[in-house]
């Protein structure tokens, strides 16, 4: 009977926690740039100090969905998105890096490009500093050229390059803050074949009525889990009686 219990239980619990992966992705749909995260259950032996004779059904989140999102042409000069395959570099607050697939970037009252977060954003040496200018231009291979304040509308200036980086997926992980990251904790090699759009930015990978879908399924098992539970009460007070009766 136990068993059956501890089974209904640990079902239930896992269950409501797999709800709230589905729950996050959902929330996330309209997010630019956000991953999918993927989830899934298995059954577990319970070890102790005798041999396994309980399982328990255990939801972890295995890894990201990487697939891109669609690209929402928004027209602004300091929004880009990364095209294929491929990343974009900020600077955590801890001034590690962390990679993103597309940003709505602004500058900073300091000069400092910074993307939505209000990260900074990554170049050849470190942060990128923008000097005044009257046009900002953002090429495919993430260089930015400015045209100075009082230059002629031909002349314009390359400051730096976005670092733009393809690390191997198997390397990368999604972080707390809704970031990637590499899971060595070494920054990535800058990739010349990474190309960006200007003026677009990319869309969450949710589908939401896919999200949907598994939420209310995992709502149903966990119905389900409940049932099984209360059964388990109802088997063990009739074993109690027919006890009670001897």
Do not use: C, W
């Given at each position: 009977m136990d068993k059956l219990l501890y089974v209904a239980m640990s079902g239930a619990s896992e269950n409501a926690i797999a709800q709230?992966?589905?729950?996050?992705?959902?929330?996330?749909?309209?997010?630019?740039?956000?991953?999918?995260?993927?989830?899934q259950a298995r059954s577990m032996p319970v070890f102790g100090e005798v041999n396994p004779s309980r399982a328990y059904a255990m939801s972890e989140r295995p890894g990201t969905?990487?697939?891109?999102?669609?690209?929402?042409?928004?027209?602004?000069?300091?929004?880009?998105a990364v095209k294929g395959n491929g990343w974009m570099a900020v600077q955590t607050?801890?001034?590690?890096?962390?990679?993103?697939?597309?940003?709505?970037?602004?500058?900073?009252?300091?000069?400092?490009?910074?993307?939505?977060?209000?990260?900074?954003?990554?170049?050849?040496?470190?942060?990128?500093?923008v000097p005044p200018q009257q046009q900002i231009e953002i090429g495919a291979d993430g260089t930015i050229s400015v045209r100075s304040l009082g230059e002629s509308p031909q002349v314009m200036a390359e400051i730096d390059r976005i670092k733009l980086v393809k690390p191997n997926l198997a390397?990368?992980?999604?972080?707390?803050?809704?970031?990637?990251?590499?899971k060595d904790g070494k920054p990535a090699q800058a990739d010349a074949d990474?190309?960006?759009?200007?003026?677009?930015l990319q869309s969450s990978n949710v589908n939401a009525v896919e999200e949907m879908?598994?939420?209310?399924?995992?709502?149903?098992?966990?119905?389900?889990?409940?049932?099984?539970?209360?059964t388990a009460e109802q088997d063990d007070?009739?074993?109690?009686?027919?006890?009670?009766?001897g």
């Open positions: 709230k992966a589905h729950a996050n992705n959902l929330a996330n749909v309209s997010t630019n740039g956000f991953q999918r995260d993927l989830e969905d990487f697939s891109q999102g669609s690209m929402i042409d928004t027209g602004r000069e300091l929004d880009v607050p801890d001034g590690g890096e962390a990679y993103t697939r597309t940003s709505s970037m602004n500058i900073d009252a300091l000069g400092v490009l910074r993307d939505g977060n209000g990260l900074p954003v990554m170049g050849n040496s470190g942060p990128i500093a390397n990368m992980e999604k972080g707390p803050d809704g970031l990637m990251h590499t990474v190309q960006v759009e200007s003026g677009f879908t598994s939420v209310l399924a995992l709502s149903r098992q966990f119905e389900l889990h409940i049932k099984m539970m209360k007070e009739s074993m109690a009686r027919v006890l009670q009766m």
